[in-house]
């Protein structure tokens, strides 16, 4: 009845619609935000964040202040991370262009080493990971896209800030 507005949803409902589909109450009244038709970030200004863990990568989100994204860019610096990062996986795909450097592209059981100019698109669902090569620079432009993203909302729920 809600779907057919034959009869209004008061808060409490409203948060357990919200609560089932993994987004946040505020997206229920942010309907203008979400058709920006253009959001752009400065050289630099990107929000700066670890990802996978402390010790993990720092990156720069290309696109935080893009409400209902279909896709994540990120600017990722391999050399930042302070271990080796393991292999993970996530639904969806994934696209990494390197921008800086050399990596090594671990996928599944398979490894490639990857140069400035080289780009890797892959199902995101196989573990994966890259990681610098040599005592240089290695920095990659990362985009993880996936059909349910708007569900499971922003990648930086899954990032620790800086």
Do not use: W
Not at 7 to 14: D, G, K
Not at 20 to 31: D, S
Not at 93 to 115: A, I, S, T, W
Request: proline content about 7%.
């Amino acid at each position: 009845r809600v779907e057919r507005q034959k009869t209004p949803i008061n808060i409490a409902n409203l948060e357990k619609v919200a609560a089932a589909f993994g987004v946040p109450l505020p997206n229920f009244f942010e309907a203008d935000a979400l058709h920006q038709p253009v959001v752009i970030t400065r050289a630099g200004s990107g929000r700066k964040v670890r990802f996978r863990g402390r010790k993990g990568f720092r990156c720069e989100l290309l696109a935080h202040l893009k409400k209902g994204k279909l896709m994540e860019p990120l600017l990722v610096d391999l050399a930042s991370a302070q271990h080796d990062v393991p292999l993970q996986s996530h639904p969806g795909q994934e696209f990494n262009y390197v921008v800086e450097g050399r990596c090594v592209f671990l996928f599944g059981k398979e490894r490639m080493e990857l140069k400035t100019g080289d780009a890797v698109y892959f199902d995101a669902s196989v573990p994966h990971v890259c990681r610098a090569l040599g005592d240089g620079p290695s920095r990659i432009l990362a985009v993880a896209a996936s059909p349910d993203y708007p569900l499971h909302g922003n990648i930086a729920v899954l990032l620790e800030d800086r």
